[in-house]
């Protein structure tokens, strides 16, 4: 891997994290598309670019970091358990569904469920407004939704920000939750991935690292405070539009 293909993961890695059109599945592509092999130091580099998202999200609600909010923090963890369990104990068949074809299919599939989604959601005064009153019913069920993330192109951000609106949570507290959300998700996956691949950091280039880790880190920073920007004024019937478009084309290119 060279700089510029650092960089565009860096990119890539940033961007699509925390919005719902799989980061994952951009991923793959586009390390198909550059002719990147997934050798077991570029898997190392995908475990950096991770590590970088999960500070972005710290930096984004450092507030969040005291004991004030520890109530909100068992809400995270319980919506955790689902996909850390299941993602445990099937990890090594998952991987057999990291192929274009899946993430194409699971591209439109998902963009589908969100124009559903937002065609029949209304806004009204008994949804969930403020992250921090979120019930553990709804984290639970949040999470319940959060395990079909574990194939790829369908989103983890998506799956979650979906099983969200379901459970009567309004766009934005959808999406902050799924920011939070992401960080024990991350750092699980990182962690399991830097076992598996630590001989790979001492052997790689770490100026190639860097500057993975620090793109990724600066656009996932900005992506998060301009979602949220963007949920403002509009809805989520862009991102599934997006998805069927680009499942498409994959498909297609096939």
């Known amino acids: 891997m060279d700089f510029l293909q650092s960089i565009i993961l860096g990119i890539i890695e940033g961007v699509t994290e925390f919005l719902p059109i799989s980061s994952t599945g951009h991923l793959i592509v ?19 670019i ?8 710290i930096a984004n609600y450092k507030d969040k970091f005291t004991l004030k909010h520890r109530d909100l923090w068992v809400k995270v963890l ?10 445990l104990l099937f990890h090594q068949q998952i991987k057999d569904f990291f192929t ?23 806004e009204h005064s008994e949804q969930t407004i403020g992250i921090e009153n979120i019930s553990y019913k709804q984290a639970m069920w949040i999470g319940v939704a959060q395990v079909f993330a574990l194939i790829p192109g369908t989103s983890r951000a998506g ?8 459970v009567g949570l309004n766009r934005k507290v959808s999406a902050e939750f799924s920011f939070l959300l992401a960080l024990p998700v991350l750092a699980a996956a990182a962690g399991f991935d830097t076992l598996k691949h630590y001989n790979e950091f001492s052997d790689g280039n770490l100026l190639i690292l860097l500057v993975g880790f620090v793109t990724s880190f600066v656009v996932a920073y900005l992506s998060i405070n301009l979602f949220m920007r963007f949920l403002d004024r509009f809805t989520f019937v862009a991102f599934g539009i997006y998805r069927i478009v680009f499942g498409v084309i994959l498909l297609w290119l096939m």
Do not use: D, R
């Open 100 to 122: 274009v074809s899946i993430v194409g299919t699971m591209f439109i599939a998902g963009g589908i469920v969100f124009l559903i989604v937002e065609y029949f959601y209304k």
């Open 159 to 166: 799956a979650s920000i979906i099983g969200g609106l379901l």
């Open 78 to 87: 319980l919506a955790f358990i689902p996909i850390g369990c299941i993602g």
């Open 30 to 48: 586009a390390s198909s598309w550059l002719g990147i092999e997934q050798t077991e130091a570029n898997k190392a580099f995908e475990v950096i």
């Open 50 to 57: 991770q590590l970088s998202a999960i500070l972005a999200v």
